[in-house]
């Protein structure tokens, strides 16, 4: 598809175009992250450029959006952290006036919008991720993965779903096979991506489903069961992820 592409640096109006395509994307519990509710509002202020959208060629109607900050990380890329996307968030804004030399790109989402996928927009939209990390002197693009249909397979871990192939011999899911056909390396899992809390009742509003017992739940869009602990009245999601890296 033609598309033209904008950041945060040619529209300062970038969060509210991205907005109806991110709430679209999600289900509602993914909404309560700790760490993303704390830090997000901040990213488009602060690093502007790296925040993105697919645009159809002549109108503002948007096709893809993606989301990324540059982390002053530059250890060997086998050790990424357990902690995923919450680690990334927290890493760069706590490091912020440091006065360190940014090194690698984190992507933290990537999003087509509802009824465009298979178009080839994905494929757009890392690449063009990937020319902001080379336009800003990076040396690495890195993601915290989430498999787009691990959900289908709440039961299997992380470590073994990554492992299925398809009939190509390429990666089982295609989130992740768009990632290997551009040439990422498959790192590593983390298992503690994302850490999502609240109580049963809360639980409860975000899914429409009943928690009656503790024990774990499986929750649509949820790629792990749901712990769910009435004693204690709290609900504990943590996510796994998968890391991935490509060249700039």
């Known amino acids: 598809m033609d598309y033209k592409v904008v950041t945060g640096r040619e529209r300062s109006d970038i969060e509210e175009l991205q907005r109806p395509v991110i709430q679209a994307a999600w289900p ?14 901040t990213i488009y202020r602060r690093f502007p450029e790296y925040q993105f959208a697919l645009l159809e060629e002549d109108t503002d109607n948007v096709l893809a959006v993606g989301n990324s900050l540059p982390l002053d990380w ?22 912020l006036d440091s006065g360190k030399e940014y090194h690698i790109l984190c992507a933290f989402q990537i999003v087509v919008a509802a009824g465009l996928l298979g178009r080839g927009l994905s494929y757009a939209a890392v690449r063009e991720m990937i020319k902001i990390g080379r336009e800003n002197g990076l040396k690495k693009l890195i993601a915290p993965v989430r498999p787009n249909q691990k959900s289908k397979y709440p039961l299997t871990p992380m470590q073994n779903y990554i492992g299925w192939k398809n009939e190509q011999g390429l990666p089982f899911d295609s989130w992740m ?13 983390c298992s503690e991506s994302m850490l999502i809390e609240g109580t049963p009742a809360e639980w409860e509003l975000w ?42």
Request: charged letters at 25%.
């Open 207 to 248: 899914t429409g489903m009943k928690f009656p017992d503790s024990g774990e739940y499986i929750v649509p869009g949820a790629l792990v069961p749901v712990r769910i602990n009435r004693e204690a009245d709290k609900g504990t999601y943590i996510e796994p992820n998968v890391w991935v890296a490509h060249e700039i």
């Open 28 to 41: 509602e519990f993914m909404n309560h992250d700790g760490y993303i509710n704390r830090f997000w509002p």
């Open 177 to 189: 096979r768009v990632h290997a056909r551009l040439g990422a390396a498959t790192v590593r899992v």
């Open 74 to 95: 530059d250890a060997d890329i086998n050790t990424l952290p357990d902690g995923g996307l919450d680690w990334a968030l927290e890493h760069c804004f706590n490091h």
